[in-house]
């Protein structure tokens, strides 16, 4: 049974400060996927890592995967505002991370 | 093009009551997926059907039933309520079962 863990759970950054959700999973999976969520809203959909080595950038984020550590990275560069939502990653569609809750201070 | 619907938005019910949500999603898409989204446990997988099957099941008791239509549209139904269903009800739908899933706005359901 795939298990997947976040960490951390709680993020509390400045604006302009990077830093790295880690997401680790269990057993093998062949993607895994990071989504967004803002309060009291629906989960949004930021990237799809599909093998080894994949790397995805959209803005101020940027993801990894290394299929053979499990691990995955969501690396958040010169934080903003904006970016302050609880980030999921998915070691394979049905299964979820806790989930990591980032606040962004000015 | 229209994104995942989901029905209704809110709901109120009261212990032993039953309920029916749901979930239409992108045309074109076959596979829908069910979460539910509480505070303590967080996302859980409910089901997961492909063209009106059901192809996968979480670890959720005989009350928490689902289907699919032919037209891709998803229902499922909680019966006997209970406080501990109140949750964010959440549905999934991509192309096939391993394609990237798009989710819809939830149901926030209330057992009182």
């Known amino acids: 049974e795939l298990k997947v863990e976040q960490n951390p759970l709680f993020l509390s950054m400045q604006e302009g400060k990077n830093y790295t959700i880690y997401c680790n999973y269990s057993?093998?999976?062949?993607?895994l996927y990071w989504y967004r969520q803002d309060p009291g809203k629906s989960l949004e959909s930021l990237f799809v890592?599909?093998?080894?080595?994949a790397v995805k950038q959209e803005g101020r984020l940027m993801a990894s995967l290394d299929t053979k550590a499990r691990l995955s990275t969501l690396h958040i560069t010169a934080a903003v505002h904006d970016l302050s939502a609880t980030y999921f990653c998915?070691?394979?569609?049905?299964?979820f991370g806790e989930g990591t809750q980032l606040t962004v201070n000015p | 093009k229209a994104g995942v619907t989901q029905t209704p938005r809110y709901l109120i019910k009261t212990r032993g009551q039953q309920v029916t949500l749901s979930c239409s999603p992108i045309?074109?898409?076959?596979?829908v997926s069910w979460y539910q989204q509480t505070p303590g446990q967080g996302l859980q997988f409910l089901f997961e059907?492909?063209?009106?099957?059901?192809?996968n099941k979480g670890n959720f008791p005989g009350r928490f039933s689902g289907r699919q239509f032919s037209n891709s549209r998803s229902e499922m139904n909680v019966s006997t309520l209970e406080l501990g269903d109140s949750a964010l009800y959440l549905c999934?739908?991509?192309?096939?079962?391993?394609?990237?899933?798009?989710f819809g706005p939830g149901t926030r359901l209330t057992v009182l």
């Open positions: 999934a739908s991509s192309l096939s079962n391993y394609n990237e899933q798009f």
């Open positions: 057993t093998t999976s062949d993607r």
């Open positions: 890592l599909l093998s080894n080595g």
């Open positions: 998915a070691g394979s569609r049905l299964t």
């Open positions: 045309s074109g898409h076959r596979s």
């Open positions: 059907y492909f063209s009106e099957t059901q192809r």
